[in-house]
């Protein structure tokens, strides 16, 4: 079994579903939170940096381990940020959505952020970022 391969499912199983990102709403919902954000990935970062997460995202992007995350505290740093209205949108329940963007975001942004940093976006460089990782989640 590859790296990517390990990473899927580790994503995958970190919310009960399977290594096929592709039919996990939920990794669906990751992307397309995170493609919504004002200023994208950077803007998703200084949002739950300035929301106390600081610490925990730094390690996300960093290329060492991953600090955990609890629904709560994601749910507190992402207050007013639209979380509620799309999580309605994906008709789920958002206390436990909000555990499993807990268990799913670090690898998320931990994906997008390879050289750990957060890179500059370009035209499409989100999209394109967002893209691959779901390819490779759904490959």
Do not use: H, Y
Not at 70 to 96: E, H, T, V, Y
């Amino acid at each position: 079994m590859g790296l990517l391969d390990q990473i899927a499912g580790a994503i995958g199983g970190a919310v009960g579903g399977t290594s096929g990102g592709g039919d996990n709403p939920l990794l669906q919902m990751v992307m397309q939170f995170i493609r919504q954000q004002p200023g994208g990935l950077q803007g998703l970062v200084e949002s739950l940096t300035k929301g106390g997460l600081g610490e925990q995202v730094a390690s996300w992007v960093s290329q060492g381990q991953n600090l955990p995350v609890s629904g709560g505290q994601l749910a507190a740093a992402l207050q007013g940020g639209g979380i509620g209205d799309l999580l309605k949108g994906f008709g789920m329940d958002s206390p436990d959505a909000m555990d499993g963007l807990a268990k799913m975001l670090p690898d998320v942004v931990n994906q997008l952020t390879p050289n750990g940093r957060v890179e500059a976006e370009t035209a499409g460089g989100l999209e394109s970022q967002l893209g691959g990782l779901l390819g490779k989640l759904t490959g």
